[in-house]
């Protein structure tokens, strides 16, 4: 499934975001003793990390094994690069009846971020990027689509012609949905429901940059996120507190879909080209289906347009890194900061 994206700790590899180990995992006080159950697999296209804190090795396990399956449920739900999905279903025929509530959920979602990134989000991107996918693959042109061949693409790209009657879901022909912008961030938030439901008190889940924390890790001690440096992926740029939040970031510096073309995996929707303004986009936010979205729609928009998007939102905050290697951080960012 194509969804966007050495750890300082052992428990989360491979990601722009890195839970900070600044304490040993069990911990002991008077009522009682607790220690960190942790399990990592590869699903959805990256590496997921589901860890509670727990005195009971089985039920800890237990739960950490139901909130994968909701995991893994979205997957099989949205994946659009599997056959047997329902969101490949109404790309191929265009429309489907009597949707999956959790799909109807997100694609109506989506018009949500489109409309507040002005379309810098936008589900129906795919076509667009199978255009550009297709000329670095074998038997391409290696050079970039003509303006031609991306203005005829654009036609296809329109979240507002995405029409949604009760569960009956139908758009225009020949459009195809992507969710990888928006699906990831939905699936960390239903497995953080499920570690929730089991009465889970401390804990996150962390699906290759999409995070979200339960409660803190210890009492007085909130969970600490790094967000990996691009240039040296040992080092955190900085240390986010998370309590109760959710952080994504959207970033050009670890897939391509050719690397010595240089070309970012995530394209601006509105004119077809790739989004090369921004090195990361860092984004807070109180479930991570707002931060995968709004992440996503960050570095698209890029720094002035994208700031002024995030100061619009309530309960969002953020923190970019510009190709020029500039950090700049929202008005409220600060208050996440590690001391």
């Known amino acids: 499934m194509n969804y966007k994206t050495v750890a300082i700790i052992l428990i989360v590899i491979f990601t722009v975001l890195l839970v900070i180990d600044s304490t040993p995992w069990a911990r002991e006080d008077e009522r009682s003793t607790e220690q960190l ?51 490949s279903l109404l ?32 589900v129906s991107i795919l076509p667009l990027l199978e255009l550009w996918k ?5 038997g391409g042109t290696y050079a970039a689509p003509t303006g031609d061949e991306i203005n005829e693409t654009l036609r296809l790209v329109n979240y507002s012609a995405i029409r949604i009657d009760d569960n009956n879901i139908t758009m225009e022909e020949d459009m195809m949905l992507t969710l990888g912008g928006i699906a990831k961030g939905y699936a960390v938030d239903l497995a953080v429901e499920s570690l929730v439901r089991d009465r889970i008190e401390s804990g996150f889940v962390n699906a290759g940059g999409d995070g979200r924390y339960i409660g803190q890790k210890e009492e007085g001690m909130p969970w600490k996120v790094g967000l ?8 955190a740029v900085v240390v986010m507190d998370m309590e109760d ?27 077809g080209y790739p989004s090369q303004s921004l090195i990361s986009a860092t984004v807070i936010a109180g479930t991570a289906i707002d931060a995968d979205a ?19 939102l309530e309960g969002v905050e953020c ?21």
């Open 37 to 87: 159950y942790s399990v990592t697999r590869s699903m959805m296209d990256t590496t997921v990390t589901i860890a509670v804190m727990g005195s009971n090795e089985t039920q800890a396990h237990d739960s950490i094994e139901r909130a994968f399956e909701r995991i893994q449920y979205v997957d099989s739900l949205m994946d659009n690069y599997d056959n047997t999905s329902e969101l």
């Open 134 to 138: 297709s000329k670095f693959s074998p």
């Open 228 to 235: 990996q440096n691009p240039e040296k992926s040992e080092e």
């Open 294 to 312: 709004f992440a996503t729609a960050l570095f698209v928009m890029g720094e002035n347009e994208g700031m002024e998007m995030i100061e619009e």
């Open 91 to 122: 790309n191929r025929q265009g429309y489907i009846k009597d949707a999956n509530p959790d799909l109807v959920y997100v694609i109506n979602m989506s018009g949500h971020y489109s409309e507040s990134s002005q379309g810098a989000f936008d």
């Open 319 to 339: 923190l970019i890194i510009t190709e020029d290697k500039r950090i700049i951080r929202s008005s409220g960012f600060s208050s996440y900061e590690s001391q």
């Open 245 to 271: 939040m959710a952080v994504a970031t959207s970033g050009n510096y670890e897939r391509y879909f050719n690397e010595a073309a240089r070309v970012s995996h995530i394209s601006d929707p509105r004119t």
